[in-house]
């Protein structure tokens, strides 16, 4: 039989099976099941999910539950260490990458937002450079249509270590989804109802709350999350693979040769008890042990360490997240500003008291590099002010702009920088090099000085700020 005359069948059967149904009971469709998630995994690049597969492999393997991944971009931008493709070809392949690490972990529904690789460890660059709002959209839609229960993503916060801001991105987006994806309000084209034939703009999913948000951080120091969340060895051995469960997640990351080709040759050539020795050490393992996934908040009651699965149900948590309220007349403050400014509104506002923050604000620049202290001056709208700023440097730090006497316009926030040049230090030095601080102060007529202070670490490389 032709193809053609097969389509011709088969949409005479179609016909006669809706006319049938039109004289009985008629069925209303239910959501797909096939595309349900117990978790929703949401990171920003190919290879990024393999902070969490340890975990991963065990939910999926052994507890039996349904993994979703959902990544922020393509990951073009980086160099490509295996192949000559370069760009959008390469993004298209790291795209492969992904899906092909996931599969071997069992992860089918894999999706990607249009998220753009940002080289800034600044989340507001990322955010500006994805297209916030329009990404913001799809993760909601994503959120409806694969209706997790946990969401786990990259830590929303500055620290020492890589830092960047494409990862601080998707954890933005997840966090922010994960509050409005219950709101009918929000997206309403997406839960409308679609007509019974051809519909071309409604989407006819069901508003969906996630249960419980967890992080993961782009820290280099891992030990101060613990206790943070619930902890998972990455050493036990699945009880369905045989295999323990860093093992399962190294094979999963075996695909992203246009990441780490070298590495990948290196570790295929290992024997399992050599392979088992490099995991075990905290100076060569991927991942620490126990890993810690760190508890952001729970729609229903639920403790920090709680194990991730339990208290998807009972009593709702009140939080009614509101963000800092308005200057008082006449009176000045500063802050440090720039995405610092933002993650203390964005914690409150997402009632995210729990989440860790580094107690004096902290990040890591190029040695011989600039470095920039944003502020805000929050003041009274209704008149200029006039305002000393001063900048207190460890030696051979050197201040290029932004201190001496200045005068604000008649506006309630004012946006400063203070720019700093840092000191081209030894690999010795930079070996050994510990945080440095700087400490910026302002002045303002009648008032006491207030300071800003940030800790500022001299590395080889890395992302800029
Ligand atoms: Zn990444």
């Not at 993004?91 to 998220?115: H, K, P, S, T, Y």
């Not at 800092?324 to 008291?353: D, I, M, N």
């Not at 000085?449 to 940030?454: G, I, K, N, P, Y």
Request: proline share 5%; glycine share 8%.
């Amino acid at each position: 039989m032709s193809i053609r005359k097969q389509m011709r069948l088969l949409s005479g059967l179609l016909l006669l099976g809706t006319v049938a149904i039109s004289y009985g009971q008629e069925k209303v469709r239910s959501a797909d099941d096939r595309f349900k998630a117990d978790i929703l995994v949401v990171v920003a690049h190919p290879d990024d999910e393999g902070a969490v597969t340890p975990y991963l492999a065990r939910a999926i393997y052994d507890m039996h539950k349904r993994v979703a991944v959902v990544f922020g971009t393509h990951g073009g931008s980086g160099g490509n260490n295996y192949g000559k493709e370069r760009a959008s070809a390469l993004a298209d392949m790291r795209g492969i990458e992904a899906r092909a690490a996931c599969a071997r972990l069992g992860i089918q529904n894999v999706w990607f937002l249009d998220g753009k690789d940002t080289a800034s460890q600044n989340v507001l660059n990322s955010l500006a450079n994805w297209g916030h709002g329009a990404n913001l959209e799809k993760m909601v839609q994503l959120i409806r249509l694969t209706r997790p229960d946990i969401i786990i993503t990259s830590l929303p916060g500055i620290y020492i270590g890589e830092n960047h801001g494409d990862h601080q991105a998707a954890g933005v987006l997840a966090t922010e989804a994960f509050d409005l994806a219950g709101s009918v309000t929000v997206f309403p084209s997406q839960v409308a109802g679609a007509s019974p034939k051809r519909e071309l703009y409604l989407e006819n999913l069901n508003p969906w709350q996630p249960k419980k948000i967890y992080y993961f951080a782009d820290a280099q120091d891992d030990k101060q999350f613990v206790g943070s969340g619930p902890a998972y060895s990455i050493m036990e051995v699945s009880p369905s693979q045989k295999k323990p469960y860093w093992r399962l997640a190294i094979d999963a990351a075996m695909t992203h040769l246009t990441q780490y080709p070298d590495e990948i040759h290196a570790l295929e050539k290992l024997s399992d008890v050599e392979l088992q020795k490099r995991m075990s050490d905290p100076d060569t393992g991927w991942w620490s042990e126990p890993e810690t996934l760190i508890f952001g908040k729970s729609y229903y009651r639920s403790m920090p360490t709680d194990d991730v699965f339990t208290n998807l149900n009972g009593k709702t948590v009140e939080c009614q997240g509101s963000a800092s309220t308005a200057q008082l007349a006449g009176s000045t403050s500063v802050e440090l500003g720039g995405p610092w400014a933002f993650y203390k509104e964005f914690r409150k506002v997402h009632c995210l008291s729990e989440l860790p923050v580094a107690k004096v604000a902290e990040i890591a620049v190029k040695s011989g590099g600039p470095v920039s202290i944003p502020l805000i001056i929050h003041h009274d709208g209704t008149k200029e002010l006039e305002i000393s700023v001063s900048a207190a440097v460890p030696d051979g730090w050197k201040v290029t702009s932004g201190t001496g006497k200045l005068k604000l316009p008649a506006e309630d926030r004012t946006n400063l920088q203070v720019e700093i040049e840092t000191p081209t230090l030894n690999a010795a030095e930079l070996k050994n090099g510990k945080p440095q601080l700087i400490r910026v102060q302002v002045e303002a007529a009648g008032q006491a000085a207030q300071t800003v202070e940030l800790r500022v670490l001299l590395r080889n490389g890395g992302l800029p700020q």
